[in-house]
């Protein structure tokens, strides 16, 4: 059924397939990026009762929602490389490691910087707030477990263990504002209803999001080169390409 | 498939499946202590199957909706107390200090204090909790009929403050 894949598993077609999206990656991502935050930042209507504030959604949410998009597709990496043992996979979960780790770290500080005046607290050990914090220690978990072993394969096969038992965490983040009382409000666009929010501030945010996942996709495409050229330096097709 | 690829598919399926049940488990158990509040209906009518109340003297969340036309203010400090709501019996709460900025009659909050009677809190941090929707300042008024006000310039009614305990009517005034 994946045989198609094949090719893709030899780390030289994945350099060369990577290096072909990555600038149609890059400028899409900045394009998105720009117009959809200036727009959200700068042109949307302020909200009825937080005003301006309301505005840092416009990079909260895309990084939060792609915090969770990343951990998916690292676990998804991790599952390849675990059961069909191919080593770009577990590359690739390196390379998403540290770029999921950032979105986390965005999404809960600009969460805190809404939380002090909007709800009153910094933070609140609530059931969504510590579940994003336990994806942040998640992602530093992989990153460190993967350099904690001097055997090198074991130290990936745990590490792309934890990234796959870590994928427990994700159906906790998205529920726990249903499943417990919380501080954090209930979701506004990600529910099968009509998003509550109005169409003039949801259009930025919707582009914003799409900004953060190309954004992703393409930061990916550029760490996974490095980690090939790195990890197959001796080879001679890397040695012919960087002309030594 | 190969049978050692589809040996490692397994043991990891296993390995996934059973710490997903473990943890599972354990949110299950742990489901009253990850709730951030009691809403007035569990503190009033207990939590659980049990039908646990808390104690009074306990420190506790309460999260709720501030009912309409109750919140009042003292005249010489920052006293302020309005009842709170769910969906059945309302609860009082008491505070000394400056309001969130969302804080509205009808808003949802979720105010950290002790428990001075069954149905009073003395809250010593009030938090607003705010709900998903977003929309401009026209749109809710014309859609829902809230205008946003906040705290700092709404006019709460204002208690006579030669009134002993701070509050004007002796109706109004909790039982404990």
Partial sequence: ?244 | MQPRRKKRLFSILLIISLIAGAIGAMLYALQQNIDLFYTPTQLVEGLGKDKVKPVVGQRLRIGGMVVQGTVSRDAQSLKVRFQLVDTGPTVWVEFEGILPDLFREGQGIVAQGTLLAPDVIKASEVLAKHDEEYMPAEVAEAMKGIRHVPPSQANFPVIESSVADGYSNPKDKPTY
């Avoid at chain 1, 394969?153 to 417990?180: C, D, M, R, T, Y």
């Avoid at chain 1, 501030?201 to 999001?209: N, Y």
Wanted: proline letters at 5%; one cysteine or more.
């Fill in chain 1, 1 to 244: 059924m994946f045989k198609w894949l094949d090719p893709y598993a030899k780390s030289e077609t994945l350099y060369h397939f990577c290096g072909k999206l990555l600038p149609y990656l890059m400028v899409s991502a900045l394009a998105l990026l720009l117009l959809g935050n200036i727009w959200g930042l700068a042109f949307t209507p302020a909200d009825y009762q937080q005003g301006d504030s309301y505005r840092i959604i416009h990079i909260h949410v895309p990084s939060a929602i792609m915090s969770m998009g990343a951990y998916a597709a690292m676990a998804s990496a991790a599952f390849v490389a675990l059961v069909w043992q191919i080593k770009v996979a577990h590359w690739a979960v390196l390379a998403i490691a540290p770029i999921g780790a950032i979105y986390t770290a965005i999404a809960l500080i600009t969460g805190m910087a809404w939380g002090k005046p909007m709800w009153g607290a910094w933070w609140v050990w609530d059931a969504r707030l510590t579940s994003e914090l336990i994806l942040l220690f998640l992602y530093l978990g992989v990153i460190a477990l993967n350099g904690a072993f001097s055997d090198r394969q074991v130290g990936a096969k745990v590490s792309s263990l934890l990234a796959l038992i870590g994928v427990i965490n994700l159906p906790i983040i998205h529920f726990s504002v249903e499943w417990w009382n919380t501080l954090h409000q209930g979701a506004t666009i990600t529910k099968f209803a009509k998003p509550s929010i109005d169409p003039s501030m949801l259009w930025p945010l919707l582009i914003s999001i799409l900004a953060f996942a190309v954004l992703l996709m393409a930061l990916t495409c550029l760490r996974l080169r490095t980690a090939i050229l790195v990890n197959e330096q001796h080879r001679p097709w890397v040695r012919k390409l960087v002309g030594g």
